[in-house]
């Protein structure tokens, strides 16, 4: 009889357990996006307003270059063989504000940390990231999702979209991530993350995973 309560109590924490365990579903999250990150030349006022035009104007152009992109496989052949159209369509930007700044664009791997955008959270971690470079680069930045179109098709507003909102995204739903590019699973990891507390746990366990993941690839 306590042999048997015994196996009954490990059936019953292993399904509890279970249902904190991130599936690979939410754990592609990683592998499904791609992230855009602006660096500013300086900190500067001039600088970080100039920032803010030029993402606007990579946002414009890479929106029509990915617009039909069916994954992130797609998007991020279209975006590596278009890194010089892009640095052009920035230098363009620069030269409209004024600046006599370079800009250099690439598409490489980055660590960024946990970002909130809105009613989305993405885990820290390893994404593909393209780069635009301002200049020195040395100034604060602005990150989002570039693919699936988060920056762009799910805000009302490009320059509304940043590090620090909190802001409810109260007009998209699932559907709507869906039709951006998100799979179900990854919607409710990055939507629900502080609803509940499986959510919760999942979020910071696919986080975990994802450390040690990238802790074997270095």
């Not at 052009?88 to 791997?109: M, W």
């Not at 951006?180 to 990854?186: M, Y």
């Not at 990055?190 to 507390?197: A, L, Q």
């Amino acid at each position: 009889m306590k042999k048997m309560l015994i196996f009954a109590s490990l059936v019953l924490v292993l399904v509890s357990a279970s249902a904190f365990i991130p599936s690979c579903a939410e754990m592609a999250i990683y592998d499904d996006v791609i992230r855009l990150h602006v660096l500013a030349n300086s900190d500067s006022e001039y600088d970080q307003s100039l920032k803010l035009y030029v993402r606007d104007a990579v946002l414009l152009y890479t929106d029509e270059l990915i617009g039909g992109a069916a994954d992130k496989e797609e998007a991020e052949r279209i975006l590596e063989a278009s890194t010089e159209s892009i640095s052009e369509a920035a230098r363009l930007a620069v030269s409209e504000y004024g600046g006599e700044y370079d800009v250099n664009v690439t598409l490489s791997v980055e660590e960024y940390p946990r970002c909130v955008y809105g009613a989305v959270t993405l885990p820290a971690g390893s994404y593909t990231s393209l780069r635009v470079m301002i200049g020195a680069a040395e100034g604060e930045n602005w990150w989002c999702v570039l693919f699936p179109q988060l920056c762009t098709s799910l805000a009302v507003d490009i320059g509304e979209v940043s590090n620090e909102s909190e802001d409810e995204d109260e007009a998209a739903d699932e559907d709507d991530y869906v039709a951006a590019g998100f799979t179900p699973p990854e919607y409710r990891i990055i939507t629900k993350s502080d609803e509940s507390v499986t959510y919760s746990v999942k979020f910071r366990l696919i986080e975990i995973i994802e450390d040690i993941i990238s802790a074997f690839r270095d």
